[in-house]
């Protein structure tokens, strides 16, 4: 029994495994053990790449011990040995590449052909206090990839008729390999030659249709490459003309030079006997001969140059055409732009046209950036990036003698995201809407579920997402989310989808008829925004265009007037109602159009005439109780033979604290009669009795008075008057003495002058 101490020893393992798991005969065989494999297990490697040989499937071994056993040797060689964690590599087994122990398997690395061979893995384990031994054998089989091939011609310039060979050379490579032939003409697509497998093809006679490019490809198990292409110039006269350019300097249309530059244009035609050339710009001869120099180009020189080759021999003529582009710096100056991504900034700069196209290149707080004609861009982390912080893209153009400079400052959008919701039309969809203006880039918006999930795609500012508008929405919430470079964590906006909620400001409303009335009403929450509205008794909307209705929106409350309240038309049940996209709810609302109470009855207690009938004076009193606003004052006009006419108003707008009235305009000629009216706001209450207007009561004692006063006035008047007519009229008043009366004579018949009468008439005024 070997001691659990003695299997736990690195060290005893090394020196036990060269002398227990690989004991040599006399022979230089190794001993057969049993249980080795008899059949080994194949893999395949490719050189220059790696492989992993795994020795058994059991737990970790005590001891590793690696051998090889090359190809055409029965002597193993060893390669590694391991225990615990400790390993170590034969010397010699660099030969088969680059050796490393992982766990128990042994690792290649960069592989060589010499590896190709018997690999024996030999493993010590322990168990249940008991050592014992197990075997792996693979064969590996290292292949070698083919290298690239190159076609080779036997004649790169043959006549026409005459015979060619043309053969893909492969220097290395495992066998079996198979081969695959294209050719290109010159203005044709590529196209495989059908049937052709190995490694040369005979043309034979050569035609100017095998005039172009020869492509070989070959292919192993490891890998396929093709060769560049070899370019077959059959000679026959004269061929299409080919046109070169110095200096060499490619358009993508052409060729092209720099302004003030000596320009070489060269034209060269396969054939035999040498071709005769003519030059043309834009149609126009310019030069003969197989090269024309341009001495300083100026953009004058840009066009199409076309060469004309001739045959002298056949009589006939070809030609081909090239653009020249004389060079210039672009337009303008670079431009810049930002675009967000993921935890990183991309920095585009752009300079397009000019020729040749301008060198761009970024640069940032920490040092340099990428370098690219036309556009370049640039991807840099955004982590710990400070705000203002700025980049620089510089432009040369070899035009140009200074650099030309754009510049980006990165900032950070102020606040956070704002969000809100809104119904389309018929309330058809939901619109989540969010908007976080501002900063360089734009920040990035995306509306999240309540599981987090994304809905659409991410947008810059503002940021939309369209919902089906449905009433299990109610309760969800959701999340617009802004992304930006320089802003950790990322902001959130919130928004919650509620059905609407009222609240009026009372149940019941009562006031009295032709007052004015005020229906409140209170939008609590809901989400979207809902739309207030009332409805009336009838169930119709009330407000805009409804007579004696008027609507006072203030924030989320909406107030419905009702003005000249009317108990007929405007008493019963009113409506609030809120509606959003989820659902509708509304509010009731009673009101009550009470009438005013009926006014006191009136009685007529004085009607008498004044100034001879052409006015009377009313007075009245009120029995019993009931609120008042004014007093109407009616009367009706008896005309003999035509009956009494209608009741006319006299009198309105009479105070309620007056009790009389002074009216005039009487017709002395007419009676009439009079009856008061008490009325309350709209209510009239009932008439008075009527009454015709009498004569004042007369007065004795004051008329005697006054008669006697206007009498004795009258008199002295009158006397005064008589005394001055007589001192003024002596004729008629004589005066003579008394002649003595005889006895018996009668006065009367003494006098012969007729007697002066004066007649006093008193007539006494009350």
Known sequence: MVGQGALLSPLGLLLLAPLCLLHPGTSGQPHPTPGAPKEPSSIQGVRGGSVELACGAQSAPLVVFWSFTPLGSLIPQPVAVASGGEFKVEASASALGTVSLRNSSLVLWELQEGARGHFLCQALHAANGQLHTTYS???????????????????????????????????????????????????????????????????????????????????????????????????????????????????????????????????????NPPSLYVWLHDHTQVHAGPTYVIASASRAHTGLYTCLARNSRLDTHTQTSVRLTIY??????????????????????????????????????????????????????????????????????????????????????????????????????????????????????????????????????????????????????????????????????????????????????????????????????????????????QRQQVGLGTLGFTLHPEGAQLRLRVQGADPARHGGTYQCVARNALSNSSRSVLLEVLRYPAPPNVTISRLTYRRRRSEVQLQWAVRGPGNLTGFLVQRRASVPRF?????????????????????????????????????????????????????????????VLGAAGTGMVVATVASLLVFQYAARHPDTFPCTEPSPTTPGSDPAQESTEPPVNVTITVTATP
């Not at 003409?185 to 095998?210: C, W, Y």
């Not at 560049?228 to 300097?249: H, Q, R, S, W």
């Not at 105070?655 to 007419?670: A, N, Q, T, Y």
């Open 137 to 271: 054998s693979l064969a590996l089989a290292v292949l070698v990839p083919i290298s690239k091939p190159q076609v080779q011609l036997s004649d790169s310039s043959p006549v026409e008729g005459a015979s060619l060979v043309a053969t893909c050379i492969v220097r290395e490579g495992t066998e079996p390999m198979t081969f695959a032939w294209q050719h290109q003409a010159p203005r044709g697509p590529a196209e495989a030659l059908m049937g052709v497998t190995k490694s040369l093809i005979q043309l034979d006679p050569v035609n100017r249709t095998h005039l172009g490019w020869y492509t070989c490809t070959a292919h192993n198990a490891v890998n396929q490459l093709s060769s560049d292409g070899a370019f077959l110039d059959v000679i026959y006269g004269p061929d299409n003309p080919v046109i070169t350019v110095e200096p060499l300097g490619f358009t993508e249309e052409g060729f092209g030079a720099s302004e003030k530059e000596e320009v070489t244009l060269s034209c060269l035609a396969a054939s």
């Open 643 to 703: 009956g009494s006419g209608a009741w006319e108003t006299v009198a309105s707008d009479i105070e309620p604290e007056s009790r009389g009235r002074r009216l005039g305009g009487l017709d002395p000629g007419v009676l009439y009669a009079f009856r008061v009216l008490a009325l309350n706001h709209r209510t009239a209450g009932h008439p008075s009795e009527v009454k015709t207007p009498v004569d004042p009561p007369f007065s004795a004692y004051a008329a």
């Open 328 to 537: 210039y710096p672009p337009k303008a100056q670079p431009s810049c732009a930002v675009l967000p991504a993921p935890g990183a900034l991309t920095l585009v700069c752009t300079w397009p046209g000019g020729l040749p196209a301008a060198q761009l290149q970024w640069a940032g707080p920490q040092g340099a950036g990428p370098t690219a004609l036309s556009n370049v861009t640039w991807s840099y982390a955004a982590t710990q990036l400070p705000n203002s912080s700025a980049f620089t893209c510089t432009g040369r153009h070899p035009a140009l003698a200074l650099p030309m400079l754009c510049r980006i400052t990165l900032w950070e959008p102020l606040w956070s995201p704002t969000c809100w919701t809104m119904a389309t039309t018929r309330d058809q969809f939901i619109m989540l809407s969010c908007e976080w203006p501002g900063g360089e880039p734009p920040a990035v918006l995306s509306w999240l579920d309540e599981q987090e999930q994304p809905l659409g795609s991410s947008s810059s500012s503002p940021a939309v997402y369209l919902l089906q508008a449905q009433e299990d929405l109610a309760g969800r919430e959701f999340t617009c989310r802004g992304t930006h470079p320089l802003r950790a964590p990322d902001p959130l906006c919130r928004l919650r989808l509620e059905t609407p909620q009222l609240a009026v400001a009372e149940p019941r409303v009562s006031v009295l008829e032709g007052e004015e009335a005020w229906l409140g009403c209170a939008l609590l929450r809901g989400m979207p925004p809902a739309q207030l509205l009332w409805l009336g008794p």
